[in-house]
Every structure is written in C-alpha cells, then in structure tokens.
C-alpha cells in the first residue's frame, strides 16, 4: 500500500496571503488529522476528519480551517499567513472509527511566511 | 495547555547501552499511547503502542512500559545502536485520534 502523501512538499508565501495543503490518505483509510510542528511549539494537533466530518479541533485560529472529501483526501487552508505560521505541517491517516488507532504520517509539507 | 509531559529533553548513551524515555499524562481518557521516531526532514514514524489493558509491550529491541494508576509510560530502547539516533515523541490518543505529543527527546548513541 501507498503511505501518506502531502503536496506540495515546500512553499514559500509571504505575509497575509493564503494556501492551501493536500493530504491523500493511505487507501482505505477514512480519518485523516492534521498537525503543525514547530521547534518551539513541539507537535500540535490541529484538527480531525473523519468521514468528510471535522470530529474535533485544537487550540488553533480561525484562519486555520481544513476539509474532507469523499475519497478521504483532505485539504487544510491558512488564511492571511502570519511570520509565525512557518512550520512543518504533517497529515496522518487512520482507519479507526470509534477507537484511536494508528495514526501513520506524511513527510509534511514546510511551508516558510516571509 | 500540555497533556503529554516528556522527559528527557535530550539523551546521550553509548552504543551497545539503555536508553530510557518517559512520559507522563493527564486525561484518563486517553486510551492509546504510541511512540514516534522522528529523523530530520521526515515525517514520525510509528515505532510501538501500547492500551492502557496492558502494562508491557515489547517489539524486539523496543519496550514500552505502562503505569496506568500513575499515569505514566516509558520507552526502553535496548541494545542503542547509531542508527538509534533521532528524536522520539511519545502520544496520547483519544477516541477520535485527537492525539496529543510530549515534546520530544533527541537521542544520540555514540559509536
């Protein structure tokens, strides 16, 4: 099987514009998160989908929002980006449901704000 | 807000050696705990989990152990080698896969 793929895998955008992130799950897999890492910050969940449905969100803003289509790809928008929203984003797929699984990662997509 | 304490935030130890990282929750509804290895420019990748059903697991030179009453859990890594050398994170997960990471421990084994 195909792991986790992210595109584009590097981007570069400056300050209060807006992009868009794309994550193609692992076949077969219908729940798909989102995470943000940075070195200060450590690992942060961002939020959950599963089944097209945002099942749970993290402390994030607004501007940050995500999407799930019915083959389980998702996407993840950042609107009006801010110097500190340069990080590494990490997509993961898993195919639990009702019970936390697996999650399996992608390479990330490092998005640099200038 | 942190859920998943981890320590240590770094670790040297020799080839061939222990190498010990722990952690520690909150939430008592966090019903599985995994460990990511992490090498630069990659994604984590899935080393060993453990439910909290369990107290010890272990996958070859790789063992967790788990203390539910005391809301901990540890990763020994027997044997370390070089190749050993990358940043670990342990993870609580609840139901829905909101999974929440300690702050990772960078290891080095020295040859």
């Known amino acids: 099987k195909a792991g986790v793929t992210q595109t584009p895998r590097y981007l570069i955008k400056t300050r209060g514009q807006q992009v868009t992130l794309s994550c193609s799950p692992i076949?077969?897999?219908?729940?798909v998160s989102w995470y943000q890492q940075t070195p200060g910050q450590g690992l942060q969940f961002l939020f959950e989908y599963f089944s097209e449905t945002q099942r749970n969100k993290g402390n994030f803003p607004g501007r940050f929002s995500g999407r799930q289509f019915s083959n389980s790809r998702s996407e993840m928008n950042v609107s009006t980006l801010e110097l500190g929203d340069s990080a590494l984003y990490l997509c993961?797929?898993?195919?639990?449901?009702?019970?936390?699984?697996?999650?399996?990662f992608g390479p990330g997509t490092r998005l640099t704000v200038l | 807000q942190q859920q998943v304490k981890q320590s240590p935030q770094s670790l040297i130890v020799q080839k061939g050696g222990i190498s010990i990282i722990n952690c520690a929750y909150e939430?008592?509804?966090?019903?599985?705990f995994p460990w990511y290895q992490q090498f630069p420019g990659k994604g984590p990748a899935l080393l060993i989990a453990i439910r909290p059903d369990v107290s010890e697991k272990k996958e070859g030179r790789f063992t967790i152990s788990f203390n539910k009453s005391a809301k901990q859990f540890s990763l020994h890594i027997m044997d370390s080698q070089p190749g050993d050398s990358a940043t670990y994170f342990c993870a609580a997960s609840k139901y829905n896969n909101d999974m929440r990471f300690g702050a990772g421990t960078r290891l080095t084994v020295k040859p």
């Open positions: 076949s077969g897999h219908r729940s």
């Open positions: 993961a797929s898993s195919s639990a449901g009702n019970r936390a699984d697996t999650q399996y």
């Open positions: 939430n008592t509804a966090f019903d599985y």
